[in-house]
């Protein structure tokens, strides 16, 4: 009968070690990732490392450390968890010599080092000048490229050539330059045609969609790619690079008197008012009644001297379930983002926020794979120094020995595992989480998409009283539903004109005084209680 085969245990001799790969986006797939993994895995193999992570950054230069895993990989690097960050060649791990020195002084703290899989660089005083040398090239080749394909391109642009971009309607012909595509130039004649007649762009782009028609990157068409189409002056036989400009480099697909009277109207249509156009709701899916707790939907209406009102109306309203008042949209709204941006210009509020998150973010946080990993380090460890007592004591036999190669095998897998444990989901630091908030502080009120930014961000739910507004902030993580009982028992001890975490029982409040008011806070959900004039 055959025996199954079973996975070999890593060596614990072995250095543990992860993988950093990067490719640029200038001539380089993403397959050039997998060719690095391969030989940095294979290099390992041969020269006593084994691989606990692995770092990848997609067509991300490395003349800039604005690099997410490389990043990741330097915050993890002070876990101890390994002791050598192997790369494909210098280049792949930055190519600034700069960044490259600070970077690896950081890793060198850290007790980690850096190897090459390509490039042997030697032990001592002549290993530090050739891979200084070799730095300096990188950098020179690096610079140097950037050079030459600006260079190629402003040559490219005298000759009118393409420059590789895709343009809809447009194609590139045999010399280089752009021509017009006989199968796409009549949607892009068309978008101008039914816009410059009246038509909304939400049902130009509506109609191309439902046709099958797409944009030049496949995509549907939506406003914005409807805008970009309207604006591009390459439809109109302009050609434009840096300071090179020809009103007559490109075949034109549209008339000037067309696309002129086309900016016109986009113009018209930005700064008209809203009640001009299609209404947008800013509380939509967010804003619920206090008497039932049903949602707050957009209404609307015209009196008799033509003025257009919009409101929030109660779903049981309609039904005449419910007596709540309909609230006036532009009071309403206002009325929420002046909550919201008082609530994020509280140095104690962002803190508190903050301090919470950290709690959050230890609480919930499953650490039950690795307190088992690590609940197995510890009887591995008795098992090892009880082996090394029996030897000692002179107990020496083929099963000892077979023993302690066993157990020696088990910890190097069990230290795999806890690395992989700590380095598989990056925690948030509290300088990030209060350096996120307070950037909201920077925003124009009167920016309607700074606006729907506060609103998708912070609120999670908001529940309009006769007398008071509950607001509820996206805060827990969890994604829960906020009902009508969970707000009102959250906020039984909270006195109005204050803010509390709350939960679904009111428990006992911690309070933090500021000079404005009283925060009470909780362990869950965040309740914010105003009292409310009209």
């Not at 290993?127 to 950098?139: N, Q, R």
């Not at 083929?398 to 806890?418: C, D, F, M, N, Y």
Request: net charge positive; charged share 30%.
């Amino acid at each position: 009968m055959s025996r199954k085969k079973t996975a070999a245990a890593p060596d614990p001799a072995l250095i543990p070690a992860v993988i950093y790969a990067r490719y640029s986006s200038s001539g380089q797939r993403e397959e050039s990732i997998e060719g690095q993994l391969r030989e940095c895995r294979a290099w390992a193999a041969r020269n006593g490392f084994r691989i606990i992570g692995e770092y990848t950054d997609k067509a991300l230069t490395g003349r800039t450390d604005k690099r997410p895993d490389f990043q990741r990989m330097l915050r993890d690097s002070e876990r101890g968890v390994f002791k050598a960050v192997i790369c494909w060649k210098i280049d792949r791990f930055a190519r600034n010599r700069y960044d490259s020195a600070t970077y690896k002084y950081k890793l060198k703290k850290n007790g980690v080092r850096v190897y090459y899989a390509k490039e042997a660089i030697p032990e001592g005083p002549e290993g530090i000048i050739l891979e200084s040398v070799m730095e300096g090239y990188a950098e020179y080749y690096s610079e140097n490229l950037s050079q030459n394909i600006k260079r190629g391109n402003y040559d490219s642009a005298l000759e009118r050539k393409t420059l590789g971009y895709k343009v809809l309607g447009l194609r590139k012909g045999p010399d280089g330059r752009f021509e017009i595509d006989p199968e796409t130039a009549p949607i892009v004649l068309r978008i101008f045609e039914e816009y410059a007649a009246g038509e909304p762009a939400k049902d130009i782009y509506t109609r191309l969609n439902n046709e099958g028609y797409r944009t030049s990157r496949g995509g549907l068409f939506n406003k914005n790619s409807l805008r970009h189409i309207l604006k591009n002056e390459k439809y109109v036989g302009v050609y434009q690079y840096k300071d090179i400009r020809d009103e007559h480099g490109i075949p034109p697909i549209v008339s000037r008197e067309l696309f002129d009277k086309c900016q016109s109207m986009l113009a018209t249509h930005h700064h008209s008012p809203a009640a001009a156009r299609d209404v947008s709701f800013l509380l939509t899916s967010k804003l619920f009644c206090g008497h039932c707790g049903e949602p707050m939907t957009g209404d609307g209406g015209t009196s008799k001297t033509g003025r257009v009102y919009h409101y929030y109306t109660c779903n049981n309203r309609k039904r005449r379930k419910c007596d709540k008042e309909r609230a006036p949209k532009d009071w309403i709204e206002q009325l929420v983002i002046d909550e919201l941006v008082k609530l994020i210009h509280s140095d104690e509020f962002i803190n508190e926020v903050a301090d919470r998150c950290m709690e959050y973010q230890k609480r919930e946080k499953d650490q039950s794979a690795l307190h088992a990993l690590e609940a197995r380090q510890r009887e591995n460890e008795k098992a090892i120094q009880n082996m090394i007592a029996a030897i000692e004591a002179g107990i020496i036999t083929p099963s000892t020995k077979s023993r302690l190669v066993q157990l020696e095998a088990e910890k190097a897998q069990i230290e795999t595992g806890i690395a992989q444990q700590l380095i598989a989901e990056p925690d948030l630091e509290r300088d990030q989480i209060v350096y996120f908030l307070e950037r909201f502080r920077g925003g124009d009120v009167d920016d309607e998409s700074y606006r729907q930014l506060l609103v998708g961000v912070f609120l999670n739910a908001a529940y309009l009283y006769d007398d008071k507004l509950t607001l509820v902030l996206n805060y827990s993580g969890d994604n829960c539903k906020v009902t009508l009982e969970l707000v009102e028992n959250a906020t039984n001890c909270a006195d109005p004109e204050c803010s509390a975490f709350a939960r679904s029982a009111p428990p006992n409040c911690a309070k933090l005084n500021t000079s404005a008011t009283i925060l009470y806070f909780f362990e869950k959900v965040v309740a914010v209680v105003c009292k409310i004039r009209k």
